[in-house]
């Protein structure tokens, strides 16, 4: 792939881009189509049900495809008061970098999309980009609701991205490099959930808020705000929300799995099961913890959200570059 | 200079946090509510109207209507009334069996609003959980009186149904169970921070507010009060269980909601005794006219609902429909308060109070 | 209701089966003496009692299918009976006591007590109020009956009552030593004899806390003078309690004296609420003068609730007085309501005050042209919606009320619905 990136330009490139980007788009339906289901499977067994088990056998595997189908053909409406413009835009907004920061994260050693120096900064700063089509698809819809999901949103999304930053200093610091690769080759030896354990805390926690999930999910806060930003939303322009939550759930669980779970390196003694089998069995395993987290938990209040934010988090993340550096001087 | 604007915003009467169709207009500054004016009446059947066409045993189905997460309580309260009317004696098996059903109703009713309280504070679990729960009980009412909700079970004397056979049993069995999952309640929601932070200190009143705005129930023991019905006005035979009033005195959403988990608790002990004392046999009716003629004159009953005060009033001209009958219904009261205490807090806080006032809509708008 | 039950009184109204009670009254006397005898030889019998008991109840209830006046009296009988397993389970509320309302506490005085005299009139009075046409013709009987009954029954009452009274300490004190929490439902029969000799000291406490409470009130408030004949014969009563309270020994001259007593107070209505109401009528006329009141009666259809019926112009003024007065206290509102009754509107309060325990019934009645009234928001913020209620169904306007507009129903209904003469508006029609 490396080879093609730099390889004399021609329609065959574009040819092979074209596919290649397909097949991840594809990769990614297929997981968000199972993520919902495995969400929904995971829940019912937690709250004692069995969850989807009609369509598609008895485990309900084509519920999601259902859904989707079902929501293909629904009529789509926009308010006649809608800002029209904008609110078409805002589901591409909010869905287009949460695809385009899956290029950057490598699955295996050979599996990867576009092995930037700065791959890292790269996902960060791409992702925040998505606030914008939260808070558009929030003003545009001209409903107070989506008003109110929308700036709450972008308040905590922006707050939360403080936390989440500073807390991979220490991931950084300890692998000497912004690349997402040598992230992972460095944690050869130990992965660096060990080495910067408040790190890693103080990143899932952002990582929670920054997917809106329960419980930060207030914008959305279903009992509060009825449904937040997307309330106006129906048919495919509500599942392009949909989508972009989880295919940033995809990334946050495979970033996390990269940058403190050591990527697609095995446990030692183990390293005839292949890369990315690794890889999918952490990622997984962060998937099933934020489920987890979302039978359990209630949801925050918006300022006791920033509270913590800025009050325990922020804090913590800083703390965590001194320790990390005070580990690397003296252990390393 | 940063121009602010008020907002409207309309919450209701579709809405997932307003258990019904309760609506409530509020003027907010961003997130901070300035002022909130609750509009009801959008489930008002005119129970009362309606009632004073009826013969009172055809009431006793439209009692089931206005709390309708509570009916048996609601039947009661309208036999009360004519019993006490024509000073009736009631058999002391449908007076047990009346408890027994009464306080299970309790239980579904604290269960069912423990668990929308905590989805409305965006914890999906304990809804499922209680609901559990919760539909062990239906199944009960449902053996005994052929209702899941609308059970329309007493009538003026006794009850309607005898038990079936073996369903005691399945009520003392339902004690121990009972115990054991709230005990998994508090392990899941009692101790929670995140829970603790949204409802310690939400939704605070005093003690001379509750009383003044006519609160009853758990809104009333949460402020240091020691009221209930059961115990200081007895009514049927709540004087022989040995049971003890949950009283707190902070105020607060949180206060209420320790009240409401210990009222279950304390409703388990009065089945356990219930259960314990059951006659063994005996009539569940007793001998009344076959139409039922309240004598000339007028009576007001009130007893301990799980929601609060639940009184009647009946109007007798000595016929066999009431002259004027009127339900006290306590969400109506209790509901009376939210506009007050909403005044300054955040919307999220809306739903915290006004699901920890725990009100039932088709009693409010009666 | 099944025609099951029904099938004994075959369609008879309660007035005609009173009628025949009352028509073999006599008969229905001896039994009740008979009766009352029988039974209180019982509770000396301790620990079958309650067998005894039920068993007696079966056959009372052959008997009744016999003879409808025996089966008045065994009702009388009955009646005790359950009041008196009443009595025996408030055994377990001891510790509730302080909670437990005056009103209550008398009730339970008055029955545990065992004042039987009292009793007796008690009951022969709820007759009376329940069938008031026979009453006239019924009354010199019932005197005389009463007079012979009572007199021949003070003496084996009391002896019998002290024996129980005696029974029930030694078991106290054999539950107080022993087994009292051990197992407190595990023999059935064994609990309810317990629950009845802890009942009976209970009981004592309770009436030495209640006479004692009310001989308090009474002396600050009512003069003896004032006391109406009822209060006598209450008063006694509570005497007697009292006396009994302090020791068996004197219980049973105090039971005599009351057996005597009973005699010229029998014709008198003895609500325990009595007092109560008389209490609310003296503060109110001291402080307000006397004709602010309209009416004031106890309502023994609604639990004895004292009833004040207020005059239209001086509603608001009785309101405050009954909220801020010192004496009264009633910082309650529990209902509000109003009634339409077709020659005037009424507004019914049910005020009850955490303070003193007690409640009133607060009435006013209103012109039904002009149909308004003041409001009493100002004073219980808990009316506010009840008074829109009230303004939406019934259209009474509440003046000074701070939103009066409708609640219930839209705001362009027309008319009000609860109104007896109400005819709904249909614009197409």
């Not at chain 1, 949103?153 to 692998?175: N, R, T």
């Not at chain 3, 009376?128 to 019932?142: F, I």
């Not at chain 3, 024996?163 to 029930?168: D, R």
């Not at chain 3, 030495?208 to 009512?222: F, I, P």
Request: aromatic share 10%.
């Amino acid at each position: 792939m490396e080879d093609l990136l730099y390889a004399q330009p021609g329609w065959t490139h574009v040819a092979i881009f074209f596919a290649l980007g397909a097949a991840l788009l594809m990769t990614v339906l297929g997981f968000v189509t199972y993520a919902i289901l495995a969400e929904r499977k995971v829940l019912g067994f937690m709250q004692m049900r069995t969850g989807p088990n009609r369509v598609g056998g008895r485990f309900g595997l084509l519920q999601t495809v259902a859904d989707v189908f079902k929501l293909l053909i629904k009529e789509d409406t926009i308010p006649k008061l809608a800002d029209r413009p904008l609110f078409i835009l805002a589901p591409v907004i909010a869905f287009a970098p949460a695809f385009m920061v899956l290029a950057t994260i490598p699955f295996s050693e050979n599996l990867q999309f576009a092995d930037l120096s700065v791959g890292l900064l790269y996902y960060v700063a791409v992702s925040g980009l998505s606030t914008i089509g939260i808070l558009m698809g929030g003003w545009a819809s001209n409903n107070k609701y989506s008003l109110l999901g929308g700036m709450r949103a972008a308040a905590q999304m922006i707050s939360y991205e403080i936390p989440l930053v500073i807390s991979v200093v220490g991931v950084i610091l300890f692998a000497g490099s912004l690349n997402l690769n040598d992230i992972v080759r460095g944690q050869e030896n130990i992965a660096y959930i060990f080495l910067t354990p408040i790190g890693f805390f103080v990143f899932l926690i952002s990582s929670i808020a920054e997917l809106n999930r329960t419980p930060f999910d207030l914008p959305e806060a279903e009992s509060e705000l009825v449904a937040g930003y997307h309330v106006e939303y129906s048919g495919f322009r509500w599942a392009f929300f949909m989508l972009t939550e989880y295919v940033y759930l995809f990334a946050m669980a495979s970033l996390t799995t990269v940058l403190f779970l050591g990527g697609w390196n095995p446990i030692p003694f183990l390293g005839f099961i292949p890369g990315a089998l690794w890889f999918g069995v952490k990622f997984s395993i962060v998937v099933f913890f934020m489920i987890w987290i979302r039978g359990t938990l209630p949801r925050l209040r918006a300022d006791q959200l920033m509270g913590f934010a800025w009050k325990v988090l922020l804090p913590l993340a800083l703390l965590n570059i001194f320790v990390s550096a005070a580990v690397k001087e003296l252990f390393l | 200079m940063i121009r602010t604007e008020e907002m409207l915003l309309n919450v209701g009467p579709q809405h997932p946090s307003t258990h019904g169709v309760f609506r409530i207009v509020l003027k907010i500054d961003g997130e901070t509510i300035i002022e909130a004016t609750p509009v009801i009446g959008y489930l008002h059947r005119g129970t009362e109207k309606l009632a004073e066409n009826l013969q009172y045993t055809q009431i006793i189905p439209y009692t089931d209507r206005m709390d309708y997460l509570a009916a048996m309580t609601n039947n009661y309260v309208i036999c009360h009334a004519v019993e006490t009317m024509m000073s009736l004696e009631i058999p002391e098996r449908a007076e047990y069996l009346r408890v027994i059903v009464m306080e299970l109703g309790r239980i579904a009713s604290h269960l069912v609003w423990f668990g929308t309280y905590l989805l409305d504070i965006g914890a999906m679990s304990p809804f499922l959980y209680a609901f559990r729960e919760r539909e062990a009980i239906i199944n009960m009412l449902n053996e005994i009186c052929g209702a899941r909700l609308t059970f329309n079970y007493m009538r003026v004397g006794g009850v309607k149904w005898d038990a079936p056979d073996g369903w005691i049993e399945k009520v003392r069995d339902f004690v121990p169970y009972m115990r054991e999952e709230l005990a998994g309640y508090h392990d899941l929601v009692t101790g929670n921070e995140i829970f603790l932070n949204r409802v310690k200190g939400i939704g605070f009143y005093t003690k001379e507010e509750a009383l003044n705005y006519s609160l009853s129930g758990a809104n009333l023991r949460c402020t240091g009060t020691n009221w209930d019905l059961r115990k200081d006005e007895p009514y049927s035979i709540y004087e022989r269980f040995d049971f003890d009033i949950p009283v707190f005195h902070t105020g607060d959403a949180w206060a209420r909601y320790q009240c409401r988990m210990q009222e279950i608790e304390e409703s388990l002990k009065i089945l356990e005794q219930a259960v314990e004392q059951f006659p063994a046999e005996g009539p569940v009716m007793a001998k009344v006219p076959r139409i039922i003629k309240p004598p000339k004159g007028e009576a007001f009953v009130r007893i301990e609902s799980p929601r609060g005060e639940i009184g009647c009033y009946i109007a007798s001209e000595g016929k066999k429909e009431p002259y004027r009958l009127k339900f006290r219904r306590p969400s109506f009261y209790n509901l009376q308060i939210l506009p007050k205490l909403l005044v300054g807090e955040n919307i999220s806080n809306l739903i915290t109070i006004l699901g920890g006032i725990d009100i039932v809509l088709g009693e409010v708008d009666g | 209701m099944t025609d099951k039950q029904n099938e004994s009184n075959e369609g008879l109204s309660i007035e005609e089966q009173k009628k025949k009670a009352a028509a073999e009254a006599k008969a229905k006397a001896l039994e009740l003496a008979k009766q009352r005898q029988a039974e209180k030889a019982k509770p000396v019998e301790s620990a079958e009692q309650p067998t005894a008991e039920l068993e007696l109840t079966k056959e009372e209830l052959k008997k009744k299918a016999a003879a409808e006046a025996k089966a008045k009296a065994l009702e009388l009988a009955k009646q005790r009976q359950a009041e008196k397993a009443k009595a025996a389970e408030t055994a377990e509320p001891t510790t509730t006591e302080p909670e437990l309302t005056k009103e209550e506490q008398k009730k339970k005085a008055a029955a545990e007590a065992k004042a039987k005299a009292l009793e007796l009139a008690k009951q022969r009075q709820a007759e009376k109020a329940a069938e008031p046409s026979d009453t006239t013709d019924e009354t010199s009987d019932d005197l005389a009956k009463q007079k012979a009954l009572a007199a021949a029954k003070a003496k084996a009452a009391a002896a019998a009552k002290a024996k129980a009274a005696a029974a029930a300490k030694a078991k106290l004190a054999r539950e107080a030593g022993g087994d009292t929490s051990a197992q407190p439902a595990s023999d059935d029969e064994k609990a309810k004899a317990a629950a009845k000799a802890k009942a009976a000291a209970a009981a004592k406490a309770k009436a030495a806390a209640a006479a004692k409470a009310k001989a308090l009130r009474e002396a600050g408030g009512d003069a003896p003078s004032e006391t109406p004949a009822g209060d006598d014969e209450k008063a006694k009563a509570i005497a007697a309690a009292k006396a009994k309270a302090a020791a068996a020994a004197k219980a049973r001259a105090a039971a005599n004296a009351k057996g005597a007593a009973a005699e010229p107070a029998a014709e008198e209505k003895p609500s325990p609420n009595q007092p109560i109401l008389d209490t609310y009528i003296k503060v109110i006329k001291e402080h307000l003068g006397e004709d602010v009141l309209e009416d004031s009666y106890i309502n023994r259809l609604s639990k004895d609730v004292p009833t004040l019926v207020a005059k239209p112009d001086t509603y608001y003024k009785i309101a405050e007085f009954l909220k801020h007065n010192d004496q009264l206290r009633f910082d309650y509102l529990s209902e509000m309501h109003g009634t339409d009754f077709e020659t005037h509107f009424e507004v019914y309060n049910h005020l009850y005050s955490y303070v003193n325990r007690q409640s009133v019934a607060l009435k006013v009645k209103i012109d039904r042209t002009s149909a308004t009234t003041h409001s009493i928001t100002p004073l219980w913020e808990g009316a506010n919606w009840p008074e829109r209620e009230t303004f939406d169904l019934l259209g009474i306007h509440f003046e000074g009320h701070p939103n009066l507009s409708r609640i219930m129903l839209p705001d362009d209904w027309v008319g009000h619905p609860l109104r007896k003469d109400y005819e709904p508006h249909d614009v197409e029609v």
